[in-house]
Nanobody, 120 residues
Framework: QAQLVEYGGGLVQAGGSLRLSCVAS????????MAWYRQAPGKQRELVAA???????NYAESVKGRFTISRDNAKNTVYLQMNSLKPEDTAVYYC??????????????WGQGTQVTVSS
């Protein structure tokens, strides 16, 4: 079974920066796409950014130009660099990955979430 653990959430003032990390562990053969989602109170979970195994990326319109997603395949890790943060970025951020374990089909895996709070 794959596990995803997020790091790096916290409280930051508007205009500030945070860097989130998510590490996948387990008997991993490879990882397909990796992504960050977020869910604010009373709202649906939404895609923030995604990165394919080859490095292609896509972003939600609301974060384009401010957030950057990257990955280190050797470390089974995905990052989200968040700059120029706004109060509306406040949410629980979740890591998601299509993990292929040894001898298994891809498993859509989720982390437990990390809180990001941006104060005005």
């Amino acid at each position: 079974q794959a596990q995803l653990v997020e790091y790096g959430g916290g409280l930051v003032q508007a205009g500030g920066s945070l860097r989130l990390s998510c590490v996948a562990s387990g008997r991993i053969f490879s990882i397909n796409a990796m992504a960050w989602y977020r869910q604010a109170p009373g709202k649906q979970r939404e895609l923030v950014a995604a990165i394919g195994s080859g490095g292609n990326t896509n972003y939600a319109e609301s974060v384009k130009g401010r957030f950057t997603i990257s990955r280190d395949n050797a470390k089974n890790t995905v990052y989200l660099q968040m700059n120029s943060l706004k109060p509306e970025d406040t949410a629980v951020y979740y890591c998601n990955a299509g993990v292929i374990l040894l001898g298994s089909l891809p498993i859509n895996s989720w982390g437990q979430g990390t809180q990001v709070t941006v104060s005005s």
